[in-house]
């Protein structure tokens, strides 16, 4: 299986900073790289397909960019309801997710 | 609006049945490979299983081959998982998924919970 490497496991932000999430896959995935946003209690929510493809719906905020096999989610300026859990996962092969990565507003 | 629903979560003994099924409404289900994707307490989000539109392709997690079974009725818009041999490390949240071609999961439902406990 392919595995997804999530850095940070957590983070803490205030409203406005720029957040970035990295994910590192352990082989190429070519752009087959999707990032979902979950809540407490609620279902995952796909926020970008296709490593930089914003999903309908999504705040423009959202963006993602790849570099070989590391994949970036950035939130351009943070919102009091980006408070969340954040998962990468590659569609190249089996599906696996990375361990996500909680962000805090501070 | 597209909606899945899942249901079917219970309290079962390790070594149990249990069949989940998830309905779906607001687009042409026929059309749409699906995906169950399980997340136990306090955990990140696994892959599960894969069907495709017409039950042509079929997939399993390594962690659940030969114990779980995914099938759906395009007739009755709905999707399930038979789970037997539950084991302890099954315990999770399960989600029923769409699946767009590009391919990602593009809708999911609310999720139902599996307890196997004795």
């Known amino acids: 299986d392919i595995q997804m490497t999530q850095s940070p496991y957590s983070l803490s932000a205030s409203v406005g900073d720029r957040v970035t999430i990295t994910c590192r896959a352990s082989?190429?995935?070519?752009?087959?790289l999707n990032w979902y946003q979950q809540k407490p209690g609620k279902a995952p929510k796909l926020l970008i397909y296709a490593a930089s493809s914003l999903q309908s719906g999504v705040p423009s905020r959202f963006s993602g960019s790849e570099s070989g096999t590391d994949f970036t989610l950035t939130i351009s300026s943070l919102q009091p309801e980006d408070s969340a859990t954040y998962y990468c996962q590659q569609s190249y092969d089996t599906p696996t997710f990375g361990q996500g990565t909680k962000l805090e507003i501070k | 609006e597209v909606q899945l629903v899942e249901s079917g979560g219970d309290l079962v003994q390790p070594g149990g049945s249990l069949r989940l099924s998830c309905a779906a409404s607001g687009f042409t289900f026929s059309s749409y490979s699906m995906n169950w994707v399980r997340q136990a307490p306090g955990k990140g989000l696994e892959w599960v299983s894969y069907?495709?539109?017409?039950?042509?392709?079929?997939y399993y997690a390594d962690s659940v081959r030969g114990r779980f079974t995914i099938s759906r009725d395009n007739a009755k818009n709905s999707l399930y998982l038979q789970m037997n041999s539950l084991r302890d490390e099954d315990t999770a949240v399960y989600y029923c998924?769409?699946?767009?071609?590009?391919?990602?999961?593009?809708?999911w439902g609310q999720g139902t919970l599996v307890t196997v406990s004795s």
């Open positions: 082989q190429s995935i070519s752009s087959y």
């Open positions: 998924a769409r699946q767009n071609p590009n391919p990602k999961f593009d809708y």
């Open positions: 069907i495709g539109t017409s039950s042509d392709n079929i």
